[in-house]
């Protein structure tokens, strides 16, 4: 994905410097996210870089805007970590689109890849807080249903590639039960919501991987 810089720049348009700059205020924005959440300021995260909000805002006039950036470069790691992982590839610019070296890939792997992220406390609380901001903020809500639209985009990509005999619809409808799934997932794998098991590891992937390809 292409994220943008100061005045809608991409941000492969910045200087090495600005690059880097951008990416310490994010690193900064996700310590504050996941320890104030609906607390979480442009003064506040701005304090936490150590720059003054008039630095942080040339890069990010809002506070939606640097939670899409944060959220970006969330599913940007995630997707690299697949690639590594299976060799699955996303066509940049186009979420609708990917493609593997290697021959087809198996969705268990998918699937295990993505619960993986989930043993991370920090991404997962970050996830949680981003959730509740969105449901106290239209703008950042905005930005979080762009984010899944792109997520599930994915999602559905990986299906139409392994079953081009399903509908279309179904595809997408399978897809975001996908996303739905794993995502719910994380409130009680991570312990917020309720306690984990092997068992329960195991059924949850198990219908993970039917969702993609039975």
């Known amino acids: 994905m292409e994220e943008q810089g100061p005045g809608g720049r991409k941000a492969s348009g910045l200087t090495r410097q600005g690059s880097a700059r951008r990416a310490s205020l994010l690193d900064a924005a996700e310590a504050v996210l996941v320890a104030e959440g609906a607390d979480a300021s442009l003064r506040a995260i701005a304090g936490e870089a150590g720059v003054r909000v008039g630095h942080l805002q040339h890069y990010f006039p809002a506070r939606a805007d640097l939670v899409k950036a944060v959220l970006e470069r969330a599913l940007d790691r995630s997707l690299e970590r697949l690639a590594e992982t299976t060799g699955l590839r996303t066509v940049r610019g186009d979420p609708s689109a990917i493609e593997s070296a290697g021959g087809p890939v198996d969705p268990g792997e998918v699937v295990a890849v993505l619960l993986a992220e989930q ?9 949680v807080e981003v959730w ?33 005999d399903w509908p279309g619809a179904f595809c997408r409808a399978r897809a975001e039960t996908f996303v739905a799934l794993v995502e719910g997932a994380a409130l009680l794998r991570s312990g917020i919501a309720g306690s984990r098991s092997d068992a329960m590891d195991a059924q949850l992937a198990w219908c993970a991987v039917q969702l993609l390809r039975d």
């Open 119 to 127: 043993e991370d406390p920090h991404l997962v609380r970050l996830y």
């Open 132 to 164: 509740a901001l969105a449901a106290r903020d239209e703008d950042i809500a905005v930005v979080v249903r762009e984010f899944y639209r792109k997520y599930v985009a994915h999602v559905e990509a990986f299906v139409r590639q392994g079953r081009p």
